[in-house]
């Protein structure tokens, strides 16, 4: 199967009626770079930049977050690659930020939050990232968006930043915003995000927890991370409702996306791109390869409907996929 899989690695995702899906790749360091081109990836839906923060003793200059984001478009052009800007806090802290600690960190100034109240490192990360933008095809993602304020806010520093060096004639490429769909209350708004943002991104991992009031480092309620319970696929179905009617695409970057039980109910849905671990992507092309979306779109209307348990959903995919798992 390692053999057939590998065949499929400079092929676009194609489901059996013939309908175009993106598989993309999440990754963390431009190190991913290598694995993400090796395993077929369409796009980046997903680098989280955490990393060439938290790796650091100090704050990361201007100039050596340009280099890392410059090395990682230009090596997966012309894919597009969505760069998510800061998402520190909650289980992510900084250490040389010296954040007051926060009983409830999840909850707390985390992400988009610390950004709009720490402006310089945010303006810096996009400077870098506007800059980066002229060697390859970068979309700019904001994480944790609550409000459209939030969003505004964001988008305004950062037009802010793409005008001064548009003034310094500095070179830059097109470059889509969007956001994170992963607090509810988005969720719920999605469609008037959706009338301002380039596009969407559903990230269920925190989505799921926000949705379900669970704790994800807390086992004792890991019971309540459900991806299948029918309050968080409605959640899903609306973003993707949301997207479409405004005409914009809608990815899903959380674990879920890569989930081969998710898999079919989310094409039911209509979601248009999936982006997933690396070492996910080719058995999931594999899988999409046997589906028909037009009999998927019923079975996400039953789960939909549902009042189904975790068990029971995964019952109705395995029925409706022989052989799926
Ligand atoms: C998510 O919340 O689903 C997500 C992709 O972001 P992270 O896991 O980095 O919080
Ligand atoms: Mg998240």
Redesign the pocket.
């Known amino acids: 199967n390692r053999v057939r899989l590998a065949k499929l690695r400079h092929h676009q995702t194609v489901t059996k009626d013939g309908i175009g899906v993106t598989l993309a790749a999440?990754m963390g360091t431009a190190n991913d770079i290598p694995s993400v081109l090796d395993n077929g990836a369409e796009a980046v839906g997903?680098m989280?930049t955490?990393f060439l923060y938290m790796d650091a003793e100090r704050v990361p200059t201007e100039d050596e977050q340009f280099a890392i984001y410059r090395q990682v478009v230009s090596a997966l052009a012309p894919r597009p690659v969505v760069i998510r800007t800061l998402?520190i806090g909650?289980d992510k802290p900084l250490p040389y930020l010296h954040q007051a600690p926060e009983a409830n960190p999840f909850m707390g100034e985390r992400a988009i939050r610390q950004s709009l109240a720490h402006q310089p490192l945010f303006r810096s990360q996009l400077r870098a990232l506007i800059r980066a933008s002229a060697y390859g095809h970068l979309r700019i993602m904001f994480?944790m968006i609550a409000t459209l304020d939030e969003f505004r806010q964001a988008k305004a520093i950062y037009d802010d930043e793409r005008s001064k060096l548009t003034t310094a004639q500095v070179p830059m490429g097109k470059i889509d915003v969007g956001m994170?769909v992963?607090v509810p209350a988005a969720a719920m708004l999605a469609d008037r995000f959706a009338q301002e943002v380039d596009f969407m991104s559903?990230?269920?991992?925190?989505?799921i927890g926000y949705a379900m009031a669970d704790d994800r480092t807390n086992q004792d309620v890991a019971y309540l991370y459900q991806p299948y319970h029918p309050a968080v696929l409605r959640l899903v179905d609306r973003i993707v409702r949301a997207g479409h009617a405004a005409g914009i695409p809608v990815a899903m970057?959380?674990?879920m996306a890569g989930d081969p039980i998710a898999v079919p109910i989310l094409l039911g849905i209509g979601l248009d791109e999936f982006s997933m671990g690396a070492g996910s992507i080719l058995k999931t092309r594999q899988l999409m390869g046997t589906l028909n979306v037009h009999e998927l779109q019923s079975l996400a209307d039953t789960v939909l409907n549902s009042t189904s348990t975790s068990q029971e959903v995964i019952t109705m995919v395995q029925a409706a996929v022989p052989g799926i798992l």
């Open positions: 999440n997903l989280r955490e998402d909650g994480p994170m992963e559903i990230g269920t991992n925190d989505l970057c959380g674990e």
